[in-house]
């Protein structure tokens, strides 16, 4: 192995120490305070979790998807794209009758403060008449997880609670599964909001990532469960 190797391999150890001891509670409790109208968790001792999955849904996967939280008793709360609903709609029905719940997350998956404001009221109102359809919708997760006050105020205007969450563990980005159920384990605490992604088929490791961690969070007397669950449970 030469230097370059060796160099490479201590940055890539480096990095991966660095995304494991990552402890966002104490940040997102900061957060929380700066920004009060948005949800990054709930404040319980009850041993809860949110779980959240992003941008489905997805023909193949998000059957998968909902089969494992179906072995394991766990509901989710499933921000959908709009645009992906058509042709989709009987999936969508499946995630209401089995007990989770939808959220909005626009249109299309982009970032959402680079909206305008016309451009955003229209994304969040048209994902809103394909949703309703099937449930009411409270929840909204913007795109990319940014937001500004401007996105604030139109989402409450139209009755929705913003929410970010607190245990993102990329799963977008990072391909390997036991980091990435590591990292939940790791860092899931009481009322955390945990988001994993659906969509496309390069996202079907979302399925093994809940099949490795579901059971271990069980195991510590954890409950796995949608957000208006959540918050209905707070302290």
Partial sequence: MNIRKILLSTAALSALAGYMLVRPRMFVHRLAQSSPDVLFCAD?????????????????????????????????????????????????????????ELGNHTMIDAPSIRFSEEEFASQLAQADALLSQFSPVRWFRPGSGWYNQRLLRQVQ?????????????????LRLTPVLSAYILVNAFPGAIIALHDGTWERRRTVDVLRQTLPRLQARGYRIVTLSELVAIED
């Fill in 44 to 100: 319980t001792t009850e041993r809860v979790v949110a779980l959240t999955i992003d941008d489905g849904p997805h023909a193949v996967l998000t059957p998968m998807i909902l089969d494992a939280l179906a072995e394991y008793g766990a509901h989710a709360t499933f921000f959908l794209l709009g645009e992906r609903i058509p042709g989709n709609e009987t999936i969508v029905q499946r995630i209401v009758a089995e007990g989770h």
């Fill in 157 to 173: 205007e139209r009755g929705y609670t913003c929410v970010v969450g607190s245990v993102y563990p990329y799963d977008a980005q």
